[in-house]
């Protein structure tokens, strides 16, 4: 079995602004230690896919930098346009299938942060064992509290696996869902946070795409047929034009029969906002999380990152300030979710636009 991995680094990473920003997004810059999120991900896998079998699948526009912070690689591969999950794995599954018929491919997306890699080294070692059964497997994580961020998938009975490393049938996906339905089903016991990361063979995603995408299987099929010859960028460029704007779970998993779920050992945050960076950084007396040249009074409960000049705080609680080069964020913990949506009315004022 030849094992690749696919990593996925699309994503604006908008609610990390101003730190994250077009040419910068969130997944390439350094917010925990002094590696970007895309080369930890990167040498997470070092163990089991060493740099030639390692594929990087990101927007033409993140060329330079996505070469800068990755590390090691075997392949990029670079999208002519965004267009979710689906077309970024369909993209490298026919790529794969090209030059290695028989791979299996490990998908992570670039921004998720695992520190216990012995622990996931060893659920992508039981997941693409249960690929080669013609399974299609993802990664669930045990909710710790009911939350109504992520997506949810609802396990059967064990199908292999022991100990606390168990892989389980998938009886359905869930939508985000409410407080009430996220108590539910973390009370049930038998729910799972949808990871976004996967195992499968190249040939059994590829004949998902053929059973419930037929259209844009038969354009990936064009492409494989292109891979190393003069044509394969105009192949590429059209399949692109066309292909739908789709994530890989609306794309297959949700409608396939032949899905396991790996039960997580690992921690597993996707870092989803500044509040993640509390989560992961240590706190003064007063649970402030403070990174770079920054002063406090009578503050409580703060996330203050300063990348350049010096943050003063006083008297304030609950707050996100950041400071990165031209721009500064002043924002209650609460609201941060709802950054993108400045951000939209940022691109409504021409003078603000540079800043995005």
Same mark, same amino acid.
């Given at each position: 079995?030849?094992?690749y991995a696919v990593i996925l680094c699309g994503g604006r990473g908008e609610r990390f602004w101003p730190r994250s920003r077009r040419g910068m997004p969130k997944?390439?810059?350094?917010?925990?230690?002094?590696?970007?999120?895309?080369?930890?991900?990167?040498?997470?896998? $070092?163990?089991?896919?060493?740099?030639?079998?390692? &594929?990087? &699948?990101?927007?033409?526009?993140?060329?330079?930098?996505?070469?800068?912070?990755?590390?090691?690689?075997?392949?990029?591969?670079?999208?002519?346009?965004?267009?979710?999950?689906?077309?970024?794995?369909?993209?490298?599954?026919?790529?794969?299938?090209?030059?290695?018929?028989?791979?299996?491919?490990? =998908?992570?997306?670039?921004?998720?942060?695992?520190?216990?890699?012995?622990?996931?080294?060893?659920? &992508?070692?039981?997941?693409?064992?249960?690929?080669?059964?013609?399974?299609?497997?993802? @990664?669930?994580?045990?909710?710790?509290?009911?939350?109504?961020?992520?997506?949810?998938?609802?396990?059967?009975?064990?199908?292999?696996?022991?100990?606390?490393?168990?892989?389980?049938?998938?009886?359905? @996906?869930?939508?985000?869902?409410?407080?009430?339905?996220?108590?539910?089903?973390?009370?049930?016991?038998?729910?799972?946070?949808?990871?976004?990361?996967?195992?499968?063979?190249?040939?059994?995603?590829?004949? /998902?795409? /053929? *059973?419930?995408?037929?259209? @844009? +299987?038969?354009?990936?099929?064009?492409?494989?047929?292109?891979?190393?010859?003069?044509?394969?960028?105009?192949?590429?460029?059209?399949?692109?034009?066309?292909?739908?704007?789709?994530?890989?779970?609306?794309?297959?998993?949700?409608?396939?029969?032949?899905?396991?779920?790996?039960?997580?050992? @690992?921690?597993?945050?996707?870092?989803?906002?500044?509040?993640?960076?509390?989560? +992961?950084?240590?706190? $003064?007396?007063?649970?402030?999380?403070? *990174?770079?040249?920054?002063?406090?009074?009578?503050?409580?409960?703060?996330?203050?990152?300063?990348?350049?000049?010096?943050?003063?705080?006083?008297?304030?609680?609950?707050?996100?300030? =950041?400071?990165?080069?031209?721009? &500064?964020? =002043?924002? +209650?913990? $609460?609201?941060?979710?709802?950054? *993108?949506?400045?951000?939209?009315?940022?691109?409504? =004022?021409?003078?603000?636009?540079?800043?995005?």
């Open positions: 079995m030849k094992l997944q390439f810059i350094k917010l925990f230690g002094d590696e970007s999120l895309t080369r930890r991900t990167s040498e997470r896998i $070092d163990s089991l896919c060493p740099a030639k079998r390692k &594929v990087f &699948v990101a927007p033409a526009e993140f060329a330079n930098v996505i070469r800068d912070r990755s590390g090691k690689v075997g392949k990029f591969l670079f999208e002519p346009q965004g267009r979710n999950t689906g077309p970024a794995i369909g993209y490298a599954a026919a790529y794969l299938a090209a030059i290695e018929p028989d791979a299996t491919m490990v =998908v992570l997306p670039a921004d998720h942060l695992i520190e216990r890699r012995r622990e996931f080294l060893s659920s &992508v070692r039981l997941a693409a064992r249960l690929a080669q059964k013609g399974l299609l497997v993802t @990664f669930g994580i045990p909710p710790s509290r009911p939350d109504t961020g992520y997506g949810y998938i609802q396990t059967g009975e064990k199908i292999a696996g022991r100990g606390r490393l168990t892989a389980h049938q998938v009886l359905g @996906f869930h939508e985000k869902p409410n407080l009430a339905k996220a108590r539910r089903y973390l009370k049930a016991g038998n729910y799972l946070w949808n990871s976004g990361m996967f195992v499968w063979r190249v040939d059994t995603i590829l004949e /998902g795409f /053929g *059973k419930f995408m037929p259209g @844009f +299987h038969r354009m990936l099929l064009r492409f494989k047929k292109a891979v190393g010859t003069r044509h394969e960028d105009s192949v590429l460029k059209a399949m692109y034009e066309h292909a739908p704007v789709i994530s890989i779970d609306y794309a297959v998993m949700e409608k396939a029969e032949n899905i396991a779920a790996v039960r997580a050992t @690992f921690d597993w945050d996707d870092v989803g906002s500044w509040l993640a960076l509390a989560r +992961h950084s240590r706190h $003064d007396k007063n649970s402030n999380v403070l *990174k770079g040249l920054c002063l406090t009074k009578d503050a409580k409960n703060c996330i203050v990152d300063s990348d350049e000049g010096i943050i003063a705080v006083l008297g304030v609680k609950d707050l996100v300030i =950041v400071r990165s080069g031209d721009a &500064v964020l =002043v924002a +209650h913990q $609460d609201k941060v979710a709802e950054i *993108k949506e400045l951000l939209k009315q940022a691109r409504r =004022v021409p003078a603000a636009k540079r800043f995005l």
